[in-house]
């Protein structure tokens, strides 16, 4: 495949950024009254994409979408949905939208196919959950669940946690919790308030071979026991989703409390999967089925929109062009809904274990920027924390700021206040502040002319700004599934137009090993041949007083 570098259209686009430095977003908007109805696009009445107040132009998009032509981004998009090894390095599928497809759609894995047994696995997540909400499911001594603590971490905590925050409004009458870091002290605050008898642990692992995992899942055992004491109590209390049964069972978890997935499945595009299963215990099974048919939504839009109106397509395409032409390194999330607080945590593993690589897919070293840094956090709390960075930084920080028109809790006209910040700040990073102005505004408050020249600049905003504005409705399973897809989507689009594989995740083994190799020295051992920073904080960490 042509290097992305010395494609014809990648010195238009070269030229395009050179002809920018005249440009000012203002001056476009003041210029073209039609420019959100030209750079937005909706899905139904549930879900709007306003690109408009990005650094693009028309030819820019043009040219944007000739990139994604010559990458062949259709034929890769094709690749992925119908089950070809599109994870090259794993040699695997690559199916989570299979996860959300209805049960009639025909999908198949070297020639087998896999519909039934997704649907299968959902049977029996449905009457699993149905029995520990309604109480059928006892715990030993005849009481029901009331807590869940998902045990698990990556993409096997992230989403599952972030999901049930997102639907607090859909929780019914069992409380989940998520256990995630080898850090004893999470477990431990987590378990504080909670009864064994009326406690369920989901092992999560995809791979059921995760160190922190499985320290946590024996420290929840022994927890357990501590007051259960008799081990055959275990299997109404531990049930594990993992792709590896015969470590699930090595374990002592019996495998008819195993809910399966498969390993073209990444962990990170696995809450659709049985790794949804705190998520399905905390809002009903029917709720999940709504998250999976809002990831199915974006599916559809992704598979048939043209290039042209797609928004996982735009949204990446523009975000390749701040992040190549502009130098912009970080992205940030910016979701201005309080229960979206772990959604940039979780875009966080969903993009940079995505696309944080430096080689092809034919493992040549790449020359250019690949996936960006993620941030973010919810408005309006950022805005009195790094937003200062955003607006008046050396750097340019692409934003996607999210926004629910509607509330679950409008106390006060609260809701109100919340969106005129998410308007007042995409507003303000596009036009920025002019000197002029920032002049008038100081002369209005008084200020003497030897002040307000002093002043100016700090007072000054350039602007030119970028950022996308993602409008739902309202934050509903089928929403948030939406969302989750649209990400995804556009992760993939930049895999393929980066040419990453975006589905293997080396770069996390390295860190693995090594502390394998570290942990005897800190019960004692002898350190190897470590740097002198290692071996100095090995001795003291290790030193006896
Ligand atoms: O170390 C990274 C990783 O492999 C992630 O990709 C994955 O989501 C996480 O660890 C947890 O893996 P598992 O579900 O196999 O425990």
């Given at each position: 495949m042509t290097s992305l570098t010395q494609l014809p259209v990648w010195d238009a686009l070269k030229d395009e950024r050179a002809a920018w430095k005249k440009i000012h977003l203002r001056n476009l908007f003041a210029k073209d009254s039609d420019r959100f109805a030209r750079f937005s696009v909706a899905l139904d009445d549930e879900l709007l994409l306003d690109y408009s107040k990005n650094l693009i132009r028309p030819q820019t998009l043009k040219l944007l979408l000739k990139l994604a032509q010559e990458r062949e981004l259709e034929a890769a998009r094709e690749a992925m949905f119908s089950g070809a090894a599109f994870n090259l390095t794993e040699g695997r599928a690559v199916l989570h939208t299979a996860l959300r497809a209805p049960l009639d759609a025909d999908i198949r894995v070297d020639g087998q196919p896999i519909i039934a047994d997704i649907h299968t696995v959902l049977a029996r997540m449905r009457h699993f959950v149905d029995r520990v909400r309604t109480g059928k499911w006892k715990g030993y001594n005849g009481k029901p669940i009331t807590d869940v603590v998902n045990i698990g971490i990556g993409g096997s905590d992230l989403g599952p946690a972030m999901a049930c925050l997102a639907l607090k409004p859909y929780g019914g009458n069992i409380r989940a919790h998520f256990v995630s870091n080898v850090d004893p002290s999470q477990m431990v605050d987590t378990l504080e308030d909670l009864n064994p008898a009326t406690t369920l642990f989901i092992i999560a692992s995809k791979t059921f071979t995760t160190q922190e995992t499985l320290l946590n899942a024996q420290a929840a055992r022994v927890w357990f026991l501590d007051t259960a004491k008799d081990p055959s109590h275990i299997a109404k209390h531990f049930v594990a989703v993992s792709t590896n049964a015969q470590a699930v069972s090595a374990f002592g978890i019996d495998t008819d409390h195993m809910f399966g997935f498969w390993d073209w499945i990444g962990g990170r595009y696995?809450?659709?999967?049985?790794?949804g299963l705190p998520i399905a215990l905390y809002i009903g099974m029917d709720a999940f089925a709504e998250m999976l048919a809002g990831g199915h939504d974006m599916d559809s839009h992704f598979r048939t929109a043209p290039l042209s109106e797609n928004m996982p397509v735009l949204m990446a395409l523009i975000g390749l062009w701040h992040s190549n032409f502009w130098d912009a390194p970080v992205h940030a999330v910016l979701p201005y809904e309080q229960r979206l607080a772990r959604f940039p945590a979780y875009l966080q593993q969903l993009d940079m274990e995505s696309n944080g690589k430096g080689v092809t897919r034919a493992g040549k070293p790449v020359t250019y920027t690949t996936g960006p840094a993620l941030l973010g956090e919810p408005g309006t709390n950022g805005q009195h924390a790094f937003y200062q960075l955003i607006h008046q930084g050396t750097g340019l920080i692409p934003c996607d700021f999210l926004a629910g028109r509607e509330s679950h809790n409008d106390i006060n006209g609260q809701h109100a206040v919340l969106l005129s910040n998410f308007l007042a700040q995409t507003e303000a990073l596009m036009r920025g502040k002019t000197a002029a102005e920032a002049q008038v505004e100081l002369a209005a408050a008084g200020r003497s002319s030897r002040e307000i020249k002093a002043l100016t600049p700090h007072k000054v905003f350039p602007g030119n700004r970028p950022s996308n504005a993602i409008l739902y409705r309202r934050l509903t399973p089928r929403t948030l599934g939406r969302l989750i897809a649209l990400y995804e989507h556009k992760v993939f689009v930049q895999g393929v137009l980066w040419d990453v594989n975006s589905f293997d995740q080396w770069g996390v083994e390295l860190g693995k090993q090594l502390a394998q190799i570290i942990l005897p020295e800190l019960h004692g051992g002898t350190p190897g041949a470590h740097d002198s920073s290692t071996l100095g904080l090995i001795a003291k960490i290790t030193q006896k007083d």
């Open positions: 696995s809450l659709w999967s049985a790794i």
